[in-house]
Each structure stands twice: as C-alpha cells, then as structure tokens.
C-alpha cells in the first residue's frame, strides 16, 4: 500500500508542480500593476512580497552548481529592487531618486528601512 501511495504521490507533484501559465501570467500582470494608491509603505511592501513569494514558487531558479548562480541571484534581486519603487506614490519621488542613486544598490531591506523612516 506505501508503494502505491508513493506511485500517486508522485504523479500528484508532477501534476501540480508544473508551472501554470495562466496562473503565472495573472500573476506577472498583478506585479506589472501594483501600486501603493492609499496604502501605507508596510501595507503595500507586503503586497509586493507576497506577489514576489508567489512568483517565486510558480517560476523557480533550477538549482545551478556552477558559479553563475550568485550573479543571477543578484540580477533578480536588482529586478525586484527597481520593481517595488515603481509604485510609489510621487510623495516618494525624492526617496526613489536618492535609492537609485546609490552605488552599490541597498538591499530590499534597507529600501524598505528608508521609505518607513520617510513616511514617519
């Protein structure tokens, strides 16, 4: 009986591990048009990570053992750090240029870091 539970329990992840366009297409254009509108920063930071963490699962990095992998970890950070200043409200224009402006780019964290000191 475990053997065959197994055998279904396979099939089951290779049914439902597959990437579903449509669910990543809905998914890429909620990212494409999240803004913060009325939010405040922590309200609309979650917003965009979670759009971020379910992208992520739908669209994973494959597992890389050659050295290439930091620089695109690196690029995907980078995308996701010039993504979240995009739908800022013009209040945050100031804050969005000085972050861009910086060499090398902050973390995700140190963005967020500054837009909640900013907006306080």
Do not use: H
Not at 92 to 101: A, K, Q, W
């Amino acid at each position: 009986m475990l053997n065959l539970l197994g055998k279904y329990g396979l099939n089951l992840r290779k049914g439902f591990g597959q990437v579903n366009g449509a669910k990543l297409y809905q998914v890429q254009k909620e990212m494409s048009n999240v803004s913060q509108g009325t939010n405040d920063i922590a309200t609309y930071f979650t917003k965009v990570k979670s759009l971020w963490d379910e992208l992520d699962d739908l669209d994973e990095i494959p597992l890389c053992t050659c050295n290439s992998i930091a620089k695109l970890l690196k690029r995907e950070q980078n995308k996701k750090l010039l993504q979240f200043p995009m739908g800022l409200n013009d209040d945050y224009n100031s804050v969005r240029g000085n972050i861009l402006m910086m060499n090398p780019l902050p973390s995700i964290g140190q963005v967020y870091s500054m837009l909640i000191q900013g907006e306080k």
